[in-house]
């Protein structure tokens, strides 16, 4: 089950969840749920960054899910969206003094070609940067 974890400077809820949710809701939900858990990270990312006054961590999660559901038929969207994704979830990790977590390439390489196994790393990830930021 998912924790709630409040991001401080914002009365957005975050959820600490387990990293394999998006793989296994996402086969017994015919991939409806990975796309909900893909606007949620994103979302939950752009909160930390208004809470903390910047956009460095994105703006507008509704973007990035257009971009991978039906920008993917054109591929480069929903690439360039896993791109920043990763890229925001770095800045996100530096910000607060993560240091566990993967490095944007081998991340975004990871979710293109191996989705379950990049969705793992990032939702774990994600997990570290909400703890922190919720100590910080």
Known sequence: MAEEIAIRGSNYPAKERNPLAPLGLSIITLGIYGIFWYYFVNKELAELGKAR???E??????????????????????????????????TARKMFGVQQGVDPVPGFLLTLFIWPAGAYFLQAGQNGVLEAQSRA
Request: glycine share 8%.
């Open 57 to 90: 961590l994105g703006d507008n999660p509704v973007t990035s899910v257009l971009a991978v559901t039906i920008g993917a038929i054109i591929i480069v969207p929903a690439i360039l969206s896993y791109w920043n994704t990763w890229k925001r979830h770095d």
């Open 53 to 55: 006054g910047s956009t």
